[in-house]
């Protein structure tokens, strides 16, 4: 992958849209376009990418989670709630 090929995939995969991660790899629409269906390892390093970022989300959402519920039920324990 080409250092803007790179910085477009980050910015799709932290949630841009595909002209704001175009406008950030500094290319045009059509390169873009031509990446996307001649570069072979251009989805598959997208849906890596994507991937990795779900599962790093999956864990947070897990940890948060589990001291939400332990607030929850210490507040109820207690009667604030």
Do not use: I
């Amino acid at each position: 992958m080409t250092p803007a090929q790179q910085v477009a995939l980050e910015a799709l995969v932290a949630g841009t849209t595909q002209r704001e991660a175009v406008e950030a790899a500094g290319v045009s629409r059509e390169t873009f376009t031509r990446w996307s269906g001649h570069v072979p390892a251009f989805k598959p390093t997208l849906n890596l990418y994507r991937t990795v970022v779900a599962a790093e989300q999956s864990d947070a959402t897990r940890r948060v989670l589990g001291k939400a519920l332990n607030a929850v039920e210490a507040a109820l324990a207690e009667g604030r709630v």
